[in-house]
């Protein structure tokens, strides 16, 4: 059994994708960002950078942070969207990690500067809207190649990706030049898991 802490947001729905791609039974504790209980003592003592999603193993203790960390912890506790070793592996952690560093962090610096309240921040939204564009585009070149970022298999590069690049019309990319990154959403919609995980919590 998993705990689960987490809420409405990119980064916890990856978690709960995999659990659901894995099978693995969990329980949701949804943590309320908008009354700030990611800062409160007990949930500090899992995650000190006041963040979700945080997951406790109940077969051995084990507390995880950082959504990519626990992708791969869950990963090499099931032995699924993983490869063990080799090249296989060396490409889904490759783009594991440009969603961690890339996709993620810009895609959220649009958000938050889109929907800034006070005086309209010009700069910042035109140099996170280029990036993100070109994110896209690097997504785009991998996508018109292969079926999945890892390659031929399905991953938790996928896994890690979808949530967010899903969201990418709504921060104004243009979808409509990108098809490999669109047939590459519609295929991994598709999954039973996904439909499920994106959903959580209710
Ligand atoms: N790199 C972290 C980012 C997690 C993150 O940004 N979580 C946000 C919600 S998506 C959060 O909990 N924010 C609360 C806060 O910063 O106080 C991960 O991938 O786990």
Same mark, same amino acid.
């Given at each position: 059994?998993?705990?689960?802490?987490?809420?409405?947001?990119?980064?916890?729905?990856?978690?709960?994708?995999?659990?659901?791609?894995?099978?693995?039974?969990?329980?949701?504790?949804?943590?309320?960002?908008?009354?700030?209980?990611?800062?409160?003592?007990?949930?500090?003592?899992?995650?000190?950078?006041?963040?979700?999603?945080?997951?406790?193993?109940?077969?051995? !203790?084990?507390?995880?942070?950082?959504?990519?960390? &626990?992708?791969?912890?869950?990963?090499? %506790?099931? +032995?699924? #969207? $993983?490869?063990?070793?080799?090249?296989?592996?060396?490409?889904?952690?490759?783009?594991?990690?440009?969603?961690?560093?890339?996709?993620?962090?810009?895609?959220?610096?649009?958000?938050?500067?889109?929907?800034?309240?006070?005086?309209?921040?010009?700069?910042?939204?035109?140099?996170?809207?280029?990036?993100?564009?070109?994110?896209?585009?690097?997504?785009?070149?991998?996508?018109?190649?292969?079926?999945?970022? !890892?390659?031929?298999?399905?991953?938790?590069?996928? &896994?890690?990706?979808?949530?967010?690049? %899903?969201? +990418?019309? #709504? $921060?104004?990319?243009?979808?409509?030049?990108?098809?490999?990154?669109?047939?590459?959403?519609?295929?991994?919609?598709?999954?039973?898991?996904?439909?499920?995980?994106?959903?959580?919590?209710?």
């Amino acid at each position: 059994m998993i705990d689960l802490y987490t809420a409405k947001t990119p980064n916890g729905r990856k978690v709960s994708i995999m659990l659901d791609e894995c099978g693995l039974p969990y329980e949701v504790h949804s943590i309320d960002l908008g009354q700030n209980e990611q800062f409160k003592p007990e949930f500090l003592a899992m995650n000190p950078n006041n963040k979700i999603p945080v997951i406790k193993d109940r077969d051995n !203790g084990q507390v995880v942070f950082e959504s990519g960390a &626990i992708l791969i912890y869950l990963g090499e %506790k099931t +032995g699924k #969207f $993983l490869s063990p070793s080799g090249p296989a592996r060396a490409a889904q952690l490759e783009w594991l990690f440009f969603q961690m560093a890339s996709i993620g962090p810009m895609m959220g610096q649009l958000f938050h500067f889109r929907n800034y309240q006070g005086e309209p921040q010009v700069y910042a939204v035109e140099r996170f809207t280029n990036e993100v564009a070109r994110i896209f585009n690097v997504l785009e070149s991998r996508l018109s190649q292969v079926p999945y970022l !890892g390659g031929d298999d399905y991953s938790i590069a996928d &896994i890690a990706a979808f949530p967010w690049t %899903k969201l +990418g019309g #709504f $921060l104004g990319v243009d979808m409509d030049g990108l098809k490999g990154v669109s047939a590459w959403l519609e295929r991994v919609y598709a999954r039973p898991a996904v439909q499920s995980g994106i959903n959580v919590p209710a």
